[in-house]
Nanobody, 120 residues
Framework: QLQAFGGGSVQAGGSLRFSCEAS????????MGWFRQAPGKEREFVAA????????RYADAVKGRFTISRDNAKNTAYLQMDSAKPEDTAVYYC???????????????WGQGTQVTVSS
C-alpha cells in the first residue's frame, strides 16, 4: 500500500517536497515512479527511480527542476519540486513497479494522489 503526502499550494518559483510511504517489507524490491494528472488531461509520467536508487529518469517538462529520491530503510520515496510553474498544477501520484518505466501501465501499485496547486 502506498500513501502520498506533501501536496499543497505554492507560488510560482517556490518548492514543495512530496513523500510516498509504503507499507510492507518489499519496498526495496520495486522501482518507484511519480505521475501527475491535471484536470481534463491524461495521467503523465514525471519521474522514476530504480530499486537501489542508482538510476533515475525524468520527463522533459520537469528535468532540472524536480528530483526523485528514496530511502529504502524508511520505505519512502520523495519528489522534490523546485522552481515550480503554474503548469505543474495537478494531482500527483506515486506508484511502484518492476522497473523504471515511463508508462502508466508499467506500474502495479498506486497511491491515492496529492493535490498540488502552483499560482502565478
Amino acid at each position: 500500500q502506498l500513501q502520498a503526502f506533501g501536496g499543497g499550494s505554492v507560488q510560482a518559483g517556490g518548492s514543495l517536497r512530496f513523500s510516498c510511504e509504503a507499507s510492507g517489507q518489499t519496498f526495496s524490491s520495486y522501482a518507484m515512479g511519480w505521475f501527475r494528472q491535471a484536470p481534463g488531461k491524461e495521467r503523465e509520467f514525471v519521474a522514476a527511480i530504480s530499486r537501489g536508487g542508482t538510476s533515475t529518469r525524468y520527463a522533459d517538462a520537469v528535468k532540472g527542476r524536480f528530483t526523485i529520491s528514496r530511502d529504502n530503510a524508511k520505505n519512502t520515496a520523495y519528489l522534490q519540486m523546485d522552481s515550480a510553474k503554474p503548469e505543474d498544477t495537478a494531482v500527483y501520484y506515486c506508484a511502484a513497479g518492476a522497473s523504471v518505466l515511463t508508462r502508466v501501465g508499467g506500474y502495479n501499485y498506486w497511491g491515492q494522489g496529492t493535490q498540488v496547486t502552483v499560482s502565478s
